[in-house]
């Protein structure tokens, strides 16, 4: 097992890597506002994860290679110390990006060593604790790819991520309703595997009957959305929504465009022509709720998403490897893009489960802390990390977020 | 029936007039915050809703005095139209107060007159709009006194909204804990009075057992998590928490005051000596969540509190009449102080039930537009009025909200 | 002597008074924005000048009927102590215009008391202070009504001041330019009457030859400009003044408005049908700037303005008695509208002049802090106070400022 | 002459270049305010200057090698057209660095081709359009400095422009005072060469007599002032400066910090011992006038320092090479550090000469529109570029601006 989990740590790191080749050296800082984060701070920050809740613990010896980087790249661990404000992360120019290289083959190495220790007396501590900085740095891993994107997508020029093909076309089939029983259920996680800790205790809940869309909301559907005022008509929006709409002048879409009449839409490959067939993305949870009102529907609650996936086919190995845009939907007749196109919003306020319990010390903060005022979205998406997935994961955004790959699946009370 | 309706409406409508008695004519006018209005406002606005919701539509001769009410006193009906803004509703010296006693005046008549109309082909209708209206005034009646306490305590002279004594001294007794079996639980309205949407439909709700506090945490002890270092320690908050205490600078409740050493608290009555056996009053939601964290417990949900409220005594007529302040609790033994004295903080976000559906049309935008990002608060408070409470009232607000009569009731898992 | 200082006091306390006479008691506590002062607070801060410079010092028995006056009525003495802060006049329902009229009573017996006693040790100082004191409340009577007006006019009733007729139409003469030869000139004030400290000292200053149109800007040739785009071309304005008309918004001076496709003005009056021939008031420096660079011309120097004004007819008693709205200019041929219409825009920044020195303590205060970041106008306007006009007066705003009587006299190099 | 100016452009663009050289890749983003530029955006911004002014007007068949550039490189010429948002320059990660180096060579290349064009009928035009630009590039070599000091004072690891030492130890000799007798002066610039259009017309001012302290304040001086409770007394300040003391929280020059009880100051050459001999440096025009309050003294007018000036040293053509910090001063008996330590703020706002008239076009948004709110510094720094000074330089900046070399002479009336 320890080998298994070896080879984990060493893919998971290499992946934070690789993700960064296609990058020019002057990208590694960006940070187009605070709620992004630069990829070499990415880069950093997993490392330092691994620096501060295992070496610095467990490995005696280990001496950091620069002290300040406790708190340069402290992201929001109080029970740690200071952190570095975080709307100036784009602001560290140094430690280069080398330096930081530097920083995590040191790391590396002592982890390492750490991890053959097999006579440590904290043994199981460090290999949970192994396992959260593994799937930790795969979260990361998603948040370098929608940072970026929306970093990148300031500049006029509209950079691509990558050059290549999106996928091939197809068509997406007509929606479709899965109906679902409900009844007391059993919520949060099962089984012998990792999960986060706002995924336990399991519990039940009682659910009424509800029947959920197969497939996501598609581009084509959105904008037929917009052609009816969606935008410009209050009532089908929450209050609070709806001041976000004035407030923010949104019309459309995180990254839908228009140049010279024709319809576009930023992507990890550049500005590419919108298709009416693919999933809408990159819009916020006020937005999933307008139309889903709008579509005379509702979004789903996170235990009615969770009871139905837990009957579906579980996430494949393939999820989130080299694919930067979602696809196109197969036919109806089963769950579809469930983990591989875009989060989808649930109506469920992110909040703690019956008989939650944070982890002791700073490494308690991981997800009791937020919440309040977050929702939570579930699934996955196709920049989400190969092995990251599963049906009690949960995902949570502000109302107002939109720089995730998230999108909608409607949910209704039984017709 | 139809008397005992009118003789509400008169009650109602008599009141609002009467509580503004105690007033300077230069309070009227007073808004120290945009969350707050002034008691002119909220004269005119209660008004403007029994003439746009029926005698506008009802009564076809009707005129309203000065068109421009239409905008000058809607509050937040998009369906209706176009609203002055909120933040400057203290700028509107004119109608003056004697302006807004007409209009009162003028739109009783009228209503009285409707009233008498049993034969109008929307009888129905007007019935259950008349009572949704006095529901209406009876909220903004508490309102009027929440936001005047705000606006009077910016004032360096400390006005007093009346002379007199705050009741009684007693002694707190200690607190106990009253222990719920939960399980499969009817949750919402049931019966033939009035409710708000909000509070439908009754659904099933499944429960774990848990333990609520006979009475609210009092001043005492919350003076004793501040000396802890409540204010100081991160590991007490929720994230948001913990950001808006420091943009704010809290640190304790509200109105708590010192002058030359000696612990006030600004109230109705003006500035008084802080007592400890009083209930903590004036917090938020963060405040109450990061108070009961301390004390090892967590604050209940709605349905929890639902569940233990729908067994206890329901609120006594004597609610709300001639108390400004929240009085002492008595021995323990049973629920003590679930209406008369502070609003209790849920941990439980404001969200629909399930199957909810808003009214259609402008008077739909009562409720359902608010379930976002607000948290419920149960029972009532001194200044509720009089027959406006029940087990399933689900009132909300924001977390950062200090200005109700907010205070903490605690829960906790079994032991 | 004192005879005529202590008529002018009297006369001076009583205008005050009989300025608020139009008002309903609501308005007295209006303050629209924070660079306003509502009625009462000016009421009660002319009185807090006497109060604080004159019988604090001066009066050794002197009792203030609430110590906290001195803090709630101090507007930015530093020397004097903290003050309430500027945002929150409004908020002060308390005390009420009737305990502001007590105080304003209390002081005058006072300050008579004071008066007549010849034989008082400081009685130089006291005479120079209580002709400071009047010339600051003459001040504040203008503010009075610039404040007002901008309160006012925030209510979409739109409220007039006062019922009446603004005065007999007229045709403005055509524009005509006086020629000024310049040379070493004498700057500042001379003579033995009262002066404020930044008159001082006499100096000279050398001017090269200038021209001054006639008469101001009208309201015709102002709409020209918009016309023209003025608006909308930035060569035509500073580059802060640019950035401001983005920021702000402004298409037009503060108070025109157009309803149902008639052009209007918002007087003291209420709102009437926009004259051509009337001089436009309340524009900002920097569209009294960008007017003046369109029309091919500059604004003067206060210098300029001096060295014309010491040459024209000084101005009259009546100046700022019973008109609201500055009138229409006469033929052309000589300086018109120099004092009775609108304060007039120089290009000069507001800097000490060459050798000035403030007064000890916090008298001092009254000028000398300012002198960085305005812009000097000269002149006075319709509602500035008999006898409080002289051609050495330095009035001074921010060139953002638009709710003064503030207008445009053009200058040019000669041709 | 052409061999001259061609020399002079060649040269300009290379040290541009080479002021780079100690940087990391990851450098030539950084932006840590709206009012800094990223180094590479003025290497790319003094390029499309002489593309915009002079490629694209006179070089018929120029293409540039990117149309966007012209937008993202445009500072803030509205007469060329839109401009890329200032606060996002440090977003631009693409072009990279190698893309403007590209971008500058074949500008380059281009205007070598441009000036051997002898027989161009706009000749006259385009040569001094090539001094201006070269005047432009040397205007943003010093803005490189003061803005990348900036940008890297942010990072808590305090990196270094360059390593070395900052230059032999001294002693400031003895404050002491030259005096003038002031009189009809002539103001402005006189001469041949080249200068800006703010610097004309030459005219005549009147000064009186005045005196001006032979040498910069120093670290130790302005310690003094510190301590002696300077930013804590509103007394000592304009108001609009101590407004700026309270929203900022300014208690020392910028770049002073202590670390474990030693003082410091940051500089290029990192953060070193702090040094009571050398002129203080990075102070507002608000703290060099409350020093000077202070100090019993004044900060002098623009004309006073031009006149004094005119009459000392010109400016050597060492100045500003290879070194990034100010010197010491020597003894006292002539005017001492006029160009080579700190820009000295002047008490004068920044305005038109009489007679002044901006250029036509875009060109002539260069000066004049920002002669307003910003104050007059005269003089020169040590990261001033050779041959850039003269004594009829006008820099200029707002009050509250603390990113340059600025530091304070001071002034006094005769005694």
Known sequence: MIEALLAQYRQTRALSLSCCEPLALEDYGLQAEAFTSPPKWHLAHTTWFFETFLLKPFS???????????VLFNSYYNGVG???????????????????GDYRRQVDTAMEGLLADD?????????ERVKLGIEHERQHQELFFTDLKYSLAVNPLLPAYIRGEMGVAGIAGAPCWLGYEGGLSGIGYRGEGFCFDNELPRHRSWLEPFELSGRLVTNGEYAQFIEDGGYRRPELWLADGWATVQASGWTAPQYWLERDGVALEYTLYGAVARRDDLPVCHVSGY????????????????????LAASKAAPPSDGVGTGHYHPGVA?????LQQLYDACWQWTRSAYSPYPGYTASAGAIGEYNGKFMSNQWVLRGGSCVSTAGHLRPSYRNFFYPQDRWQFSGIRLARDPQ
């Open 119 to 127: 006579t440590h007396p904290e043994r199981d501590e460090i290999l």
């Open 82 to 100: 200071e952190q570095f404000p975080r709307p100036q992360r784009g602001l560290l120019s140094r430690p280069t990006v080398e330096e930081v």
């Open 60 to 70: 005696p010896g280990y001496v950091s290679p620069e002290p300040a980087y406790e």
């Open 287 to 306: 937005e999933a709720d307008a139309f889903a009102r709008w579509a005379g529907a509702r979004l789903p609650t996170e235990q009615e998403w969770e």
């Open 330 to 334: 197969g036919q109806c007749g089963e």
